[in-house]
């Protein structure tokens, strides 16, 4: 039984694929974990196909929740057409759909090979975007993304984009090993894009 979604903080949690092409120091992943604090086990046994994955929503009470959330255990925007595939579907059967967010590393530009931010305007709510780090070095030290620093530009790149057809985009820090410094220049950076900043505790292994 693979885990397609699941309920964390009273919220809908989509998984639609273990595709990412980072490798984040404070992942979990790359301990062997196959879950998380969210769930037990998100590591699929094969991709959902959309339609499965519409089923499996369908039957959930889709407008109970105050918020459903495409993330689980890889990079969602890998299956971005897909998403943007379900959302249309759910709104249609759920006229009243909770708002829509996508937490991501902000590469769908970059995964794609083309710009796909005119594409969440009306559907997605709220856009989650990793930034990890206040420079390019720190930011691939941390992340190790596949294409090095050319992500590091995609990323901002997709941030400034994405503010002009989602309405509220947040960029992303984890508290670990950050000084007060560093999380302000962070705040300056993302502020500059159009976005605000969150910063995430570290989760212990």
């Known amino acids: 039984m693979m885990t397609i979604s699941y309920e964390y903080e009273g919220a809908l949690y989509i ?16 301990n062997g974990h196959k879950g998380s604090i969210y769930a037990d086990d998100l590591w699929l046994e094969h991709e959902p196909t959309r339609e499965e994955a519409l089923e499996n ?12 959330v495409f993330c689980g255990f890889g990079e969602p ?4 057409e ?8 759910m709104k249609k059967a759920v006229p009243q759909l ?13 995964i794609s090979g083309r710009d796909m931010t005119p594409e969440l305007q009306g559907r997605i709510d709220v856009i989650s975007i990793s930034l990890n780090g206040s420079t390019k070095e720190e930011y691939c030290a941390v992340t190790k993304p596949r294409d090095g620093e050319a992500a590091w530009e995609a990323m901002l790149e997709f941030t400034r984009r994405a503010v002009r057809y989602v309405p509220q985009v947040v960029m992303t820090i984890v508290d670990q090993n950050k000084t007060p410094e560093e999380i ?16 995430r505790s570290y989760i212990e292994d």
């Open 57 to 68: 929503l369908l039957n959930r009470d889709l407008a109970a929740y105050p918020e459903i």
């Open 184 to 199: 302000e220049a962070c705040r300056t950076m993302a502020e500059e894009l159009g976005a605000t900043l969150r910063v």
């Open 77 to 80: 925007t890998y299956r971005l």
């Open 15 to 30: 998984n639609l694929t273990n595709r990412c092409d980072c490798r984040c120091v404070f992942c979990l992943r790359h």
């Open 98 to 110: 909770p708002p829509i967010r996508i937490n991501t590393n902000g590469h769908a530009n970059l």
């Open 82 to 89: 897909d998403i943007l595939w379900l959302v249309d579907e």
